[in-house]
């Protein structure tokens, strides 16, 4: 068995879900202590944090990623246990194979490798949290408030999300588009269906401004983003019975917006659309994170070489998908790129990867430090 998926086995048999990293942060430090790293075990209400770095002088590479996982579902939907991390046929399965322990022990492998096989210029670092699949409070976002208030600076991140599409390396996130999630509550006056003149429908006040909301072009995207999205995702009104009118509406939307978009724009927009319509409303705003891109520099062309060295292929440059904790790093200054394995199975029963492609991330992630610190 190669030092990647043993190590790769090692974290998926913790069963750390979000917040609980179990045993994973430790069995990381144990590792990196034998190549000169230094930790800081940064823990924060009930989330785990690992810092560790070398030391010396020069730019600093980090490696970031998540030890939680989401939960396993059904347990006898199941080929094999979630935590049981077995290798059949030549793909290793369990929760966390893809997204994204098996990218963890790449990253640990290809350091370990670099170390002994090149005097590299600069620094390297790992950055691990155990609350990216949950609330994303306590994790990466406190880890980067305490490098600043230390005057820690990283050049070059590295994030392992699952980033590839058919194949290693095709997909590489560059950046993300922000998220604003709101939290609408509509008021009427609750009555009965058969006298409605005695009742305010606040569903059918609503209506109006729906329609305006979701047919509105909010801007037209750039070079690196699509266009700003305004999706409802959640409704509900009424008491469960046929014959009452409700009393109010909640409605939960978000919003997916590019760097041509702010937040306090598309609230002022979302609360003008409202008020001209003359309702009675409490709204609530929660911002997940705000949009990031990367720019060809030195990790994006590193990243291109080192996937075109080993995969034999050229890359996408994307900014598509969800949120990630690139979106926590990125506002330090530094060049964050993703970059992990095949997403086909994430979050789902039978999650897997293949040996084989783990292998190359460790290869690709190797070729990268080699690009930059030598």
């Known amino acids: 068995m190669s030092a990647t998926i043993d190590l790769a086995q090692q974290l998926i048999r913790e069963p750390s879900v979000t917040p609980d990293d179990c045993q994973c942060q430790k069995i990381l430090a144990d590792r990196l202590t034998a190549i000169g790293f230094s930790h800081q075990h940064l823990s924060f209400e009930d989330v785990s944090n690992l810092w560790s770095v070398t030391h010396g002088e020069g730019p600093l590479l980090v490696f970031a990623g998540h030890t939680d996982v989401v939960p396993p579902g059904p347990l006898g939907e199941w080929q094999h246990a979630p935590f049981d991390a077995v290798v059949d046929d030549g793909w290793l399965n369990g929760r966390g194979a893809a997204d994204m322990k098996s990218s963890i022990a790449a990253m640990v492998v290809a350091v370990e490798r670099a170390i002994e096989k090149h005097k590299l210029k600069g620094r390297l670092g790992f950055l691990i949290t155990s609350d990216e699949e949950g609330p994303a409070v306590n994790g990466t976002v406190k880890v980067v408030e305490h490098l ?116 306090d724009h598309l609230q002022s927009v979302v609360m003008n659309v409202l008020d001209e319509h003359n309702l009675n409303y409490k709204l609530d705003w929660r911002i997940s994170g705000q949009p990031f891109i990367t720019s060809r520099g030195d990790l994006v062309n590193a990243t291109l070489t080192a996937i075109e060295r080993i995969c034999g292929i050229s890359s996408e440059l994307s900014t598509s998908g969800g949120t990630s904790d690139g979106r926590f790093i990125a506002p330090t200054g530094a060049q964050v790129i993703e970059l992990g394995p095949s997403n086909k199975t994430i979050h789902q029963v039978n999650e897997r990867i293949t040996c084989e492609e783990l292998e190359k991330l460790t290869d690709v992630y190797e070729e990268i430090i080699i690009q930059l610190l030598t």
């Open 148 to 263: 600043n208030n230390t005057n820690t600076k990283i050049d070059w991140c590295i994030v392992g999300e699952p980033t590839s599409s058919k194949h290693l390396g095709d997909t590489i996130k560059n950046g993300r588009r922000g998220s604003m999630n709101g939290n609408l509550t509509v008021y009427g006056k609750q009555g009965h269906v058969a006298y409605p003149h005695q009742a305010i429908n606040p569903v059918h006040l609503i209506s109006g401004a729906l329609q305006e909301l979701t047919s509105r072009a909010w801007d037209n995207g750039n070079e690196f983003f699509p266009p700003t999205t305004f999706q409802i995702s959640n409704i509900n009104a009424g008491t469960g019975v046929d014959n009452v009118v409700p009393g109010e509406i909640n409605l939960r939307f978000n919003f997916r917006f590019s760097t041509e978009s702010t937040t």
